[in-house]
C-alpha cells in the first residue's frame, strides 16, 4: 500500500522476492516507497522560483532536497511495521532494533531505527512524529519517562544523539522533542523568520522535527496524559506537521496514521478503539483548514479491518453504542453487546444484565475465544479529496494506490508528467466513470491505448500506469480549462491511515 507492489507477510519496503526473516532475500527485494519518490521529485528548476524569488533548487544540497518535504505522524512506534515501510527495507518487521536482527545477521542487515537514521529516504525525512523510544537507546540508558525502563539497543549506540549529529554535521537543524510542553514550544512561525531574514534560504526544507513520545507506542487518547509533561494529540502533531511541511512551495507528502485503532480492537475493547478512530477523524478536520482543497490530494482509507460488527434489532436511535442492544436474546433472555467481535477476548456468554457496558475498560461480546481478535478480510473504503482524487473509485487493489498518489502528485514514475503541456480532452459525460477496473485486476482487460499522459515505461506498471493517465486526463483537462494552466506542479499529499475503518466517518463513538 505504500510501494505499490506486493509483498510477502511482515516484510517491509520489500517485493514479492523478500522472504520472512531473511536477511539476504531483502538485498535484491528493495522497492521505493512514497517518500522516496516524493523526495526525488524531479521539476524543471525554472519552476522552483517562488514569490520570494528564492531559487529553492540552487540553495538546496542535493537534486533530492529539490523535492517534495516527507513527514510521518503515527502513534505507534515510528519503527512500527506501517510506518517502517516508508523509509526502511527489512525481511521482518520486528527488526525495530538490533537486539531482533538475528545475531547471523546483523553485520549484513541493519535494524529498522538505523535505517531510519542512515539511510535514505529516513535520513531525510523532515517530520517523524511517533512513539518508541526503546529502539532508538542502547541497553544501559534509562528512558526520560519510563525511568524504571531502558532502552534496548545492543550496539550500545543512542539513536537520538546519532540523528541529531547527523543533522548538524550536514548543516541542518534538528529538532527533538518528547514531552507535548517541548512539542508545543515548536514554532513553525519562526522558520518564516529566518526565511525572511534570508538566513538559510533552505531552512524551508530542513526543518527537522522529530519526536519521540513515548517507551513504546503513545497511549491511547482515552489515556492520554494532555499535560505539559504529557503527549501530544494525533490532531495536534497533524497540525504541526502540515505547518512546517507546507513551508516547501514543492509542495509536501505528509502520512499520517491512527496506528492504535487496531491495538484496542485486538483486545476488543470498543471504547479505546472508537475513541481512537475519533481522534483520527479530528486529525482529518484539523488538517482540512490548512490545506489548500485545489492543490491537496487527501486519500483517507485503511489497510485492513477487524471482526467488529455493529448488531441489534429494533435498536432505538440514540441507544449508546457502547451499551446492550435494547432487545434481549430471543433464545436465552440475556443481553448482548450491541458491538460484537467475530472473535477474541469477550468470548462466552456472561450474563451482562446490569453491567455496565459503556466503561473504559469494558471488553465487548466476541463469538470464538482467542487471546486478542484477528483482523478481518473484507474490502476497506478509500476516501480521496482533491487533485487526482477521481481516481479512487470502485474496486481498487492496495497497491494500486501509491501509483495513483504518484500519478495526481508527479513523483516517481510519474515524476516528468508536470513537465508536459496538458493535452486537450474533453472531460466524459456527466456520471461515467473513469476506466479503473483493470487496476483493481491487476491490468487484466485492459484494451484502451495508453493516454499521451502515461510515461512510456519499462516498469511492470506500464499497464498501471496507462490506466491511471487515462483516468485522471479527464480530472487535468478540467481543472487546466478553468485556471488556464498546466499540470500540477506542487501537489501535496496528506495520506492519513486508520488500521481499521468502521466508523471513520461518523461520529458514533458516544451513541447513535
Ligand atoms: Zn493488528
Known amino acids: 500500500m505504500l510501494c505499490g507492489v506486493k509483498a510477502n507477510f511482515e516484510t517491509v519496503g520489500l517485493d514479492s522476492r523478500g522472504r520472512f526473516d531473511n536477511c539476504f532475500s531483502s538485498f535484491t527485494s528493495r522497492v521505493p516507497s512514497l517518500i522516496d519518490w516524493a523526495q526525488h521529485e524531479g521539476m524543471r528548476p525554472s519552476r522552483y522560483v517562488n514569490a520570494r524569488k528564492v531559487d529553492y533548487v540552487n540553495a538546496s544540497h542535493s537534486a533530492r532536497f529539490a523535492g517534495k518535504s516527507t513527514g510521518v505522524v503515527t502513534t505507534t512506534r515510528v519503527t512500527h511495521g506501517t510506518p517502517a515501510a516508508l523509509y526502511a527495507h527489512s525481511a521482518s518487521r520486528y527488526w525495530e532494533d538490533d537486539g531482533k ?21 529516513g535520513k531525510h525525512i523532515n517530520v517523524m512524529l511517533g512513539g518508541g523510544r526503546r529502539h532508538w537507546l542502547p541497553k544501559v540508558a534509562r528512558d526520560p519517562e519510563s525511568t524504571s525502563e531502558e532502552g534496548r539497543r545492543l550496539d550500545g549506540r543512542n539513536l537520538i544523539d ?35 531574514e534570508g538566513s538559510r534560504r533552505d531552512d524551508v526544507i530542513t526543518v527537522f522535527d522529530d519526536g519521540l513520545f513515548a517507551y513504546s507506542h503513545m497511549d491511547f487518547e482515552a489515556d492520554r496524559d494532555k499535560s505539559e509533561v504529557g503527549d501530544p494529540s494525533l490532531a495536534e502533531m497533524t497540525r504541526k506537521a502540515i505547518q512546517i511541511l507546507s513551508k516547501n512551495p514543492h509542495g509536501f507528502f505528509l502520512f499520517v496514521e491512527g496506528g492504535r485503532i487496531d491495538h484496542a480492537h485486538h483486545y476488543n475493547n470498543a471504547y479505546r478503539a472508537l475513541e481512537e478512530t475519533l481522534a483520527l477523524e479530528a486529525a482529518l478536520e484539523a488538517a482540512l483548514p490548512l490545506l489548500d482543497p ?23 436511535r440514540g441507544n449508546p453504542i457502547l451499551g446492550v442492544d435494547a432487545k434481549l436474546s430471543d433464545v436465552d ?63 481498487l487493489d492496495q497497491t494500486f494506490l501509491p501509483h495513483a498518489i504518484a500519478y495526481a502528485a508527479c513523483i516517481g514514475e510519474h515524476k516528468d508528467r508536470c513537465k508536459k503541456k496538458l ?7 456527466n456520471g461515467q466513470q473513469p476506466s479503473l477496473l483493470p487496476l483493481a485486476t491487476g491490468g487484466r482487460g485492459f484494451s ?23 483516468s485522471i486526463m479527464a480530472d487535468d483537462s478540467r481543472r487546466s480549462h478553468a485556471k488556464g494552466s498546466t499540470v500540477r506542479a506542487e501537489v501535496r499529499v496528506l495520506m492519513a491511515v486508520s488500521l481499521v475503518t468502521v466508523f471513520v466517518h461518523s461520529k458514533v463513538g458516544r451513541g447513535v
Open 448 to 470: 484502451r491505448e495508453p493516454s499521451v499522459c502515461a510515461e512510456p515505461s519499462t516498469s511492470s506498471n506500464t499497464v498501471r500506469t496507462a490506466a491511471v493517465g487515462a
Open 294 to 316: 485545489d492543490k491537496t490530494l487527501i486519500v483517507f482509507t485503511a489497510d485492513h479491518s477487524h471482526v467488529l460488527t455493529l448488531g441489534g434489532i429494533a435498536t432505538r
Open 101 to 121: 536482527v538475528p545475531p547471523g545477521a546483523r553485520h549484513a542487515c541493519k535494524d529498522i531505527a538505523r535505517q531510519f537514521v542512515e539511510d535514505e529516504p
Open 162 to 196: 546519532d540523528w541529531i549529529r547527523d543533522k548538524k554535521r550536514r548543516g541542518l537543524r534538528g529538532h527533538y522533542v518528547w514531552n507535548k510542553g517541548q512539542f508545543d514550544a515548536i514554532n513553525p512561525k519562526y522558520v518564516d523568520h529566518l526565511l525572511d
Open 423 to 429: 493535452p486537450t480532452v474533453q472531460p466524459p459525460p
Open 333 to 395: 433472555g440475556m443481553p448482548y453487546t450491541t458491538l460484537l467481535y467475530g472473535n477474541g477476548p469477550g468470548f462466552g456468554r456472561e450474563n451482562l444484565t446490569g453491567v455496565d457496558t459503556t466503561v473504559k475498560n469494558a471488553v465487548q461480546q466476541s463469538g470464538v475465544p482467542r487471546q486478542w481478535a484477528t483482523h478481518g478480510g473484507e474490502d476497506v473504503p478509500v476516501y480521496a479529496r482533491g487533485p487526482g482524487s477521481s481516481l479512487f473509485r470502485g474496486s
